[in-house]
């Protein structure tokens, strides 16, 4: 088959890998790609959120399939155009993708259909009074969120009443957000510890990834501001089987049924970010993708062949069907530029990947990297690259990754030491 894959970041480059090495794949494209991916197939340069240059190149390159990492394209309404000239994709329509691409909109959802998560109040923008006054009635910790996509910035877990007045004016008055903050929410604080669910779903049926854990703040010990994820461990034994169970019972087939009965049939990947309160399992946030960085994690314990799973997900052919994993565990941690998330340099040297893929299990997956003409790999964002390893279990992969990590150099190399300490503390319970 012809593989059309969209993005650019750490998550495509981990998908790129998995997709290249299926025996259906005959060719590799990715738009735009970075310098890891360049490495699995052929990049091709057409922006992630080029709806109209993806479709051109999936016609004239006669793609077989296409599958879109970033959650933009999907919330733009990619799917129904390729859809509509008859091509084949993976992921959520315009409509479903608002449980991304709206918080307010999965909000009101998750309330007509009984699904667990925080109690919240709407708010339009021009209502912003309504919204202080609410404020102070509820006081705090509260959170205060855009309701539109925000790159994962757009959320504040606010431990003062003062600090939610500031996050409420950042997103109504200065417009931080643009659009998105048209309309804002205002959550209760849920009180727990945060696991990644992911389901892949023809719309009826849907087969579980192993959960994960992401590390979002880019301090040790989960201090200091929220980053798009320092790293991430798979599967995460906060939820035993039984958990898993309540999760699939109260929240996936729910959600799954609910957009069915709105007439928005979802289908694709339909992440599910969860709070593990004393009450159970409650929704943090969905994602309409697969997350970055668990894919790193995610892919890499996959038994089942990824194409096959995507094309029998298009084909609405998942019944009877079931995923296989890898025993083990595998772990990410991430490269970051020194001054990440605020402001960082970029364009310095990369050393040392060979030696760090060169330990067994071991992959070095690109994020914010860039090739130089000549040849030079540099860095060029924030979270610069996540190294991955396998092993039989938690720690074993953690050492590998970390071993990994120790071997690639570059000016202003950052990591969090702790990646997956909060998995082993559930591993000695
Ligand atoms: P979101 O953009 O909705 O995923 O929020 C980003 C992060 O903010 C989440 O991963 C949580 O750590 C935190 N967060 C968001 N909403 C809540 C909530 N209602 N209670 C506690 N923490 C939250
Ligand atoms: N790792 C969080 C996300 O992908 O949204």
Redesign the pocket.
């Known amino acids: 088959m012809r593989i059309l894959l969209v993005g650019s970041g750490g998550r495509e480059h981990a998908l790129a890998r998995t997709l290249a090495k299926s025996r259906h794949t005959d060719t590799l494209l990715i738009a735009p790609g970075n310098p890891g991916t360049a490495q699995c197939g052929t990049n091709v340069d057409v922006a992630a959120d080029d709806l109209e240059g993806l479709l051109a190149l999936a016609t004239e390159r006669d793609v077989d399939l296409t599958v879109v990492g970033p959650e933009q394209p999907l919330v733009d309404g990619i799917v129904d155009r390729f859809e509509a000239e008859g091509l084949r994709i993976v992921g959520p329509t315009q409509a479903a993708a608002r449980l991304e691409g709206s918080?307010a909109f999965a909000n009101q959802f998750m309330s007509r259909h009984d699904i667990p998560?925080?109690s919240?109040r709407v708010f339009e923008a021009d209502e912003g009074e309504a919204a202080a006054a609410y404020i102070e009635d509820v006081g705090a910790p509260i959170?205060v969120?855009a309701d539109g996509l925000?790159g994962?910035k757009?959320?504040f877990?606010c431990s003062s009443v003062e600090a939610a007045h500031d996050a409420l004016h950042q997103i109504v008055d200065d417009r931080a957000f643009g659009a998105a903050g048209d309309r804002v929410v205002i959550?209760?604080?849920?009180?727990g510890e945060?696991v990644s669910v992911l389901a892949l779903t023809d719309g009826t049926n849907y087969v579980l990834l192993p959960p994960s854990q992401?590390h979002?703040p880019i301090g040790e010990g989960g201090t200091g501001p929220?980053t798009g994820g320092m790293g991430a461990f798979a599967p995460a034994p906060l939820l035993d089987a039984t958990a898993l169970t309540e999760v699939c019972r109260r929240i996936i087939e729910p959600t799954l049924q609910g957009m069915r009965a709105e007439g928005v049939p979802y289908r694709g990947v339909l992440y599910c970010?969860l709070?593990i309160t004393d009450e159970g399992p409650k929704v943090?946030?969905y994602n309409c993708r697969f997350g970055d960085p668990e894919a790193q994690v995610i892919l890499p314990l996959l038994d089942t062949d990824l194409v096959e799973v995507l094309d029998r997900l298009v084909r609405g052919n998942f019944e009877q069907f079931s995923l296989r994993t890898t025993p083990g565990a595998a772990a990410c941690v991430v490269l970051a530029s020194d001054g990440y998330p605020i402001a960082y340099d970029t364009g310095r040297e990369i050393t040392g990947i060979d030696d760090a893929e060169a330990l067994p299990e071991v992959s070095v997956i690109h994020a914010g990297t860039r090739r130089r003409p000549d040849g030079g790999l540099v860095t060029d964002g924030g979270r610069v690259m996540g190294v991955t390893a396998r092993g039989a279990d938690l720690p074993a992969a953690l050492e590998r990754a970390y071993e990994g990590a120790d071997r690639i150099q570059f000016q202003g190399k950052t990591l969090r030491r702790d990646i997956g300490q909060k998995g082993i503390a559930h591993l000695d319970t």
Not at 187 to 191: P, R, V
Request: glycine residues 12%; without cysteine; hydrophobic residues 40%.
């Open positions: 918080k998560t925080a919240f959170v969120k925000a994962g757009g959320a877990v959550e209760e604080k849920m009180e945060e992401d979002k929220n970010g709070m943090v946030e």
